[in-house]
């Protein structure tokens, strides 16, 4: 995976503004997190935590939900680990846990974290679609909103973590629940309302004045999520959608309680590698 700087020939002719062109979403969300890193762990570090698993904007705590069962001994990797917290709390269960992300700002925020808890994590700057490990190198897999939300070919990032976890792994990510997509991004009275289908597929994108991308996030339902994991060879075993719970009155974005206590605001799909 190449560094910080964009590949040579990698965004050719008009592929810079196709939301859809697997090479434009790296491109773009690489850019958007090495730029967004420093004020996203400021807003959201203390959440999140130094060393914590938290599954989503509803609190949800892999402590708590042990999703992922026993981790003690085995190898895990975290797909789009941002600053490493969630494989730096596996680690402290006894873990053996990696990181990859393509923001190499985020995992500079890793290597922070690193010398501050006194854990650190081995991380490697990496595209989920193109994993830079060994076949079967890991037990299980887990990633919260990591890579996934972002990533236009989630076939290659099925394909590829069915590849780097061994047969009979876990595979567990958390995901913005499909049915979100139909409502607007507001955590107030209007993010109450249908504004679209929710069987639009279209990318939401930011483009700058040139009209080249810089944020890529794509929508798939959850048929679509499952269609992706089962043809990757995982049999989906189990699906979690966090209710909101009382006393949290934290808002993320479009996550808030009022939102939250009425429609599901995030999807977890936990499979096993059958392949």
């Known amino acids: 995976m190449p560094g910080p700087g964009e590949p040579a020939g990698e965004m050719a002719g008009d592929r810079a503004s196709d939301p859809y062109a697997p090479a434009a979403s790296v491109h773009a969300n690489r850019g958007w997190w090495d730029a967004s890193a420093d004020g996203y762990q400021s807003e959201h570090g203390d959440f999140l935590g130094d060393?914590?698993?938290?599954?989503?904007?509803?609190?949800?705590?892999?402590?708590?939900?042990r999703l992922l069962g026993d981790v003690h001994g085995r190898g895990v990797l975290e797909v789009g680990c941002g600053a490493?917290?969630?494989a730096r709390w596996l680690r402290t269960q006894g873990a053996v846990a990696v990181g990859v992300d393509l923001s190499w700002r985020q995992l500079q925020h890793s290597r922070r974290l690193d010398e501050v808890t006194g854990v650190g994590v081995p991380a490697v700057c990496g595209d989920a679609g193109a994993l830079p490990f060994a076949d079967a190198s890991f037990d299980l897999a887990?990633?919260?909103?990591?890579?996934?939300?972002?990533?236009?070919?989630?076939?290659?990032?099925?394909?590829?973590?069915?590849?780097?976890?061994?047969?009979?792994?876990?595979?567990?990510?958390?995901?913005?629940?499909?049915?979100?997509?139909?409502?607007?991004?507001?955590?107030?009275?209007?993010?109450?309302?249908?504004r679209q289908s929710y069987f639009d597929r279209t990318p939401y994108a930011e483009t700058d004045e040139r009209g080249a991308l810089t944020y890529?996030?794509?929508?798939?339902?959850?048929?679509?999520?499952?269609?992706?994991?089962?043809?990757?060879?995982?049999?989906?075993t189990d699906l979690v959608e966090p209710e909101w719970p009382d006393g949290h009155e934290r808002t993320w974005g479009g996550w808030?309680?009022?939102?939250?206590?009425?429609?599901?605001?995030?999807?977890?799909?936990?499979?096993v590698n059958r392949g």
Do not use: K, N
């Not at 808030?256 to 499979?271: H, K, N, V």
């Open 51 to 65: 060393s914590g698993f938290v599954w989503g904007p509803e609190g949800l705590d892999e402590a708590d939900a």
């Open 84 to 86: 490493g917290q969630c």
């Open 142 to 194: 887990c990633s919260a909103y990591g890579a996934l939300p972002f990533v236009a070919d989630v076939d290659a990032v099925m394909g590829e973590v069915a590849r780097v976890v061994r047969r009979g792994g876990r595979w567990v990510f958390s995901v913005s629940h499909p049915v979100r997509w139909a409502f607007p991004d507001d955590p107030g009275p209007r993010g109450l309302v249908v």
């Open 216 to 236: 890529v996030e794509h929508h798939r339902t959850l048929g679509d999520w499952v269609r992706a994991l089962t043809s990757a060879g995982f049999v989906l």
């Open 256 to 271: 808030s309680p009022l939102r939250g206590r009425l429609i599901p605001g995030t999807l977890i799909l936990s499979c």
